[in-house]
């Protein structure tokens, strides 16, 4: 079935540096979404990739969706501590949607 | 934005009861709800596909006769537990695509943590 992996599965970092996670999926995707848990929370959507190397931009964060459409990025500049909480990647794969493992951001002040 | 009502937010009950949990779109409707499971730290697993009017779409290896599954309005969609056991406590989560302006987003309700005593 439909896998969709993430990496790494947690990450720390100081304050003021940057954070990538990546998603990989074992079929092509007809696009993908980001999402944002905080710890409690629920998850809230980020963003929507849709075309072969797509790029968007919001504030500090930077997606991008590879030429494969399989895989994709978020990248986190100058990290804040409101960054906390866990990004998930989820990918359309016919009319469904399959989330990644989820990567858990802790930023230390 | 969306806004999806997912209630109880948090149930406690003896093994072997059942447990209704509800997920309603608030100001869209929604043909499609999907339910999730979610334990302790990890990703969120799709567990089926509410179609309104008709019948579910589980993922594989999820039980049917166990989680029940009902949408019987373009607003509602509801989770039955049946004879709830201990290793069903988990949080669930409930979300609808709302296609609006033509992004297909996920709105997610706030969540269920279940815990079987």
């Known amino acids: 079935g439909q896998q969709v992996m993430q990496i790494p599965q947690y990450q720390h970092v100081q304050e003021g540096e940057d954070f990538t996670t990546y998603c990989n999926s074992s079929?092509?995707?007809?696009?993908i979404q980001w999402y944002k848990q905080r710890p409690g929370g629920h998850p809230v959507f980020l963003i929507q990739?849709?075309?072969?190397?797509e790029v968007k931009k919001q504030k500090r964060l930077t997606f991008q969706f590879g030429e494969a459409k399989k895989n994709s990025s978020l990248h986190i500049t100058a990290t804040q501590t409101t960054d906390v909480g866990t990004y998930f990647c989820?990918?359309?794969?016919?009319?469904?949607?399959?989330f990644g493992t989820g990567t858990s951001l802790t930023v230390i002040p | 934005g969306a806004v999806v009502s997912q209630h109880p937010s948090w149930v406690i009950c003896k093994s072997g009861t059942s447990v209704k949990i509800e997920c309603r779109s608030l100001d869209f409707q929604a043909t499609t709800m999907f339910w999730y499971r979610q334990f302790p730290k990890q990703s969120l697993m799709l567990m089926a596909t509410?179609?309104?009017?008709?019948?579910?779409?589980?993922e594989q290896g999820v039980e049917k006769d166990k989680f029940l599954i009902n949408h019987a309005s373009l607003t509602l969609s509801t989770l039955t537990v049946t004879s709830a056991h201990p290793e069903d406590s988990s949080f669930y989560i409930c979300s609808a695509p709302d296609a609006g302006g033509g992004n297909e987003k996920l709105f997610f309700g706030s969540g269920t943590q279940l815990s079987v005593l």
């Open positions: 990739l849709v075309k072969s190397g």
């Open positions: 509410s179609n309104e009017g008709s019948k579910a779409t589980y």
């Open positions: 079929t092509t995707l007809s696009n």
């Open positions: 989820a990918g359309l794969g016919g009319n469904q949607f399959y």
